[in-house]
């Protein structure tokens, strides 16, 4: 099915230098060639010296390039390489390498493919924090990224000297989920604004009370994860810090009114609005000034009606039916004629009822069980599925029911 993992099918030429991070491009080139991606990596003589290449060629089952001058079936495997990648990562990225991709120079299997290739390049950078400072690396990684790398940041943190700094290089995780973003760029949603909220609200008591619920923000996440994997421009509306996701503006709000303030604000340039987040109905009717006292007995907690996000947002949208409205609605009993009465009432274009009374699905779990009800009242019923499954599933019917309407 076509924008589905961005990764499968697709060839990843990974160079590897000589940092102590070396290691971790084990775990890179393991979670892509899992994800079916076709993993060609390239090491530079000093990274040899860290990690073996049969290492990676166990783990990517394709060989591996460590020498320039030793042809593959009379082919100049670099070249191969560099003319097949659909992306480029240098993960870990030397300073040495990095001052080396930035002259253009190409003495090496790394360096020589980066300096041949056409695709896009991902470095991740990885260095003790006196190397990362220097003006001259600052300098080189300025001038590749405005000739269009993109850079995973490195952190800071545990350096290999002992010393704790800037220089770490970023967690495989995060380089993989840069590399998602990057060959999504041509997926079934390229052009695509999609704006995404998710977690629950939190309606404060006090300074440091709050009034929520059980949502953990997950399904929001795979939403917006699929949708830029598909090469849609996603906004995130999170009361949650889930582990950040690349390549997405993210939107931090707390309480339902910010959540609203923040739609409202994007509704103009929204194609597509997904309302995943759980909106609390109510909310206190008073913020107590200052912490409530223990000593001063049980207060009595007023709630008031909270904000409704969806039907502002409706109302926002007048006639126009732009952006395409999706909503959740969470229930414990009688899915299918709640989400009818909901489907009925809310007048969006499609209602995914999740059914968070079942084992194993819904608030805080990888899994959910959903059923779709689109316009003209006909549902797609699907079975307990991840939530990145689930997402994908609810894009397919946001393409095939957009361009209808
Ligand atoms: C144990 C050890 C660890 C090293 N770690 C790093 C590192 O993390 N980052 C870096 O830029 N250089 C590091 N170096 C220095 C590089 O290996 C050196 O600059 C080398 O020339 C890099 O070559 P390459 O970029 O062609 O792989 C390390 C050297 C040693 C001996």
């Known amino acids: 099915m076509p924008g589905r993992n961005p990764v499968e099918g697709r060839h990843i030429a990974l160079g590897v230098t000589g940092s102590i991070a070396a290691y971790k491009a084990a775990a890179i080139a393991s979670a892509l060639a899992q994800e079916g991606g076709l993993v060609d990596v390239l090491m530079t003589p000093q990274a040899t010296q860290f990690v073996a290449p049969l290492t990676f060629e166990a783990l990517t089952h394709r060989p591996v390039v460590t020498d320039m001058f ?25 300073a040495h390498t990095i001052a080396k991709l930035a002259l253009g120079l190409a003495d090496d299997p790394v360096s020589a493919t980066a300096l041949s290739t056409r695709a896009p390049g991902l470095l991740a950078p990885a260095m003790e924090t006196g190397m990362w400072q220097n003006p001259a690396t600052q300098a080189h990684i300025q001038t590749l990224r405005d000739r269009g790398w993109l850079v995973a940041d490195p952190v800071s943190g545990h350096l290999a000297s002992g010393a704790t700094g800037e220089g770490r290089m970023a967690e495989p995780e995060q380089v993989v989920d840069i590399v998602h973003q990057m060959l999504g760029r041509s997926g079934d949603l390229a052009g695509r604004h999609i704006v995404v909220t998710a977690g629950g609200t939190r309606e ?61 604000h994007l509704l103009n ?65 009688n899915l299918l004629g709640n989400a009818r009465e909901k489907f009925a009432k809310w007048g969006i274009d499609l209602v995914v009822a999740n059914d968070v009374a079942l084992e194993g699905s819904g608030f805080g779990s990888d899994l959910n069980k959903v059923t779709m009800l689109r316009i003209g009242g006909d549902m797609v019923d699907l079975p307990l599925l991840p939530k990145i499954e689930v997402a994908h599933r609810l894009l397919d019917e946001v393409i095939a029911l957009g361009s209808k309407v």
């Open 70 to 94: 030793r042809l593959s079936n009379s082919e100049i495997s670099h070249v191969v390489v560099s003319h097949s990648a659909d992306v480029l990562v240098v993960a870990p990225a030397t």
């Open 204 to 264: 404060p008591i006090d300074p440091v009370r709050y009034l929520s619920n059980r949502s953990s923000g997950k399904m929001g996440h795979a939403i917006a994860e699929a949708a830029r994997d598909r090469g849609a421009a996603v906004t995130l509306i999170a009361t949650v810090a889930l582990p950040p996701l690349a390549g997405m503006e993210v939107v931090a709000v707390e309480r339902a009114e910010e959540m609203r303030d923040a739609v409202l």
């Open 269 to 333: 340039r929204a194609d597509v609005l997904v309302l995943a987040a759980a909106v609390a109905d109510f909310r206190p009717a008073q913020l107590a000034d200052q912490k409530l006292k223990r000593r001063d007995g049980v207060p009595e907690l007023v709630l008031s009606t909270n904000v409704n996000v969806l039907e502002e947002a409706k109302a926002q949208r007048g006639a126009a039916r732009k952006p395409f409205i999706v909503g959740f609605a969470a229930e414990t009993e």
